[in-house]
């Protein structure tokens, strides 16, 4: 079986000024079914981007994202169908609409005839039913990670991205978004996440580092 998620020979580069900074050179990683790998490094070593041309938000300026056998393209209708039922995506800033319940914004990703359902389950397993009804504008900065998190999750998709999930989260909340990314991992999808915050090492298979643009380091943990 192929990995989930194969980034080959990706590269990035950004203007700055009257000059270009790579922020991605060369980069290659994999991500296996039921696998959670760490991405950790300095700000601005390309952890987000990283993250953002494995989920089809961001294009290389060379190499190639493979999901599964397909090899992605990062825009037209192949995209957006792998981003919508393929790709979970944690974002660092929740990307949650204001005016919209704790429901609403969970339903709005879901697509499946039971994807009502587990809507539902993850409200309640996250902790979420008290407040399913309020608008994201009124949630606490728990609340609203784990809101997206279930988002994330609610069509169980292949491959799950989170950019620092747990970041400013008190130990409770960061307890309950470890142990979510967890179990989507056991139940099968393959997860990658970008943090600063060494208590992702509790989840995590193995860790790339990134040190200017570069795969740094691979460290694989035993298997629990």
């Known amino acids: 079986m192929p990995p989930v998620l194969t980034l080959t020979d990706i590269t990035k580069s950004y203007p700055d000024g009257a000059t270009e900074r790579r922020v991605l050179s060369d980069l290659n990683v994999t991500v296996d079914q039921r696998e959670v790998v760490g991405i950790t490094g300095l700000s ?78 993850l409200i309640n397993s996250l902790g979420l039913a008290a407040v399913a009804r309020q608008p994201a504008r009124f949630l606490s900065g728990g609340q609203k990670q784990r809101t997206a998190l279930a988002r994330a999750l609610v069509n169980k998709p292949r491959l799950v991205l989170a950019d620092e999930p747990v970041s400013g989260l008190d130990a409770d909340n960061s307890r309950i978004v470890l142990d979510m990314l967890r179990q989507a991992a056991a139940d099968g999808a393959a997860v990658l996440v970008a943090s600063h915050d060494p208590t992702i090492d509790q989840i995590t298979t193995r860790t790339v580092a990134l040190d200017h643009g570069h795969v740094h380091d691979l460290e694989r943990k035993p298997q629990r």
Do not use: W
Request: aromatic share 6%; net charge negative; hydrophobic share 35%.
């Open 44 to 121: 601005g070593s390309g952890k987000t981007t990283l993250l953002g041309i494995a989920g089809l938000l961001i294009a290389p300026d060379s190499g190639t994202v493979t999901i599964g056998d397909t090899e992605a393209r990062h825009c037209g209708s192949q995209a957006a169908h792998l981003r919508h039922h393929d790709i979970g995506f944690v974002f660092q800033e929740f990307n949650l609409i204001d005016r919209y319940s704790v429901a609403d914004n969970i339903r709005i990703a879901m697509t499946g005839p039971d994807s009502d359902a587990r809507a539902t389950d």
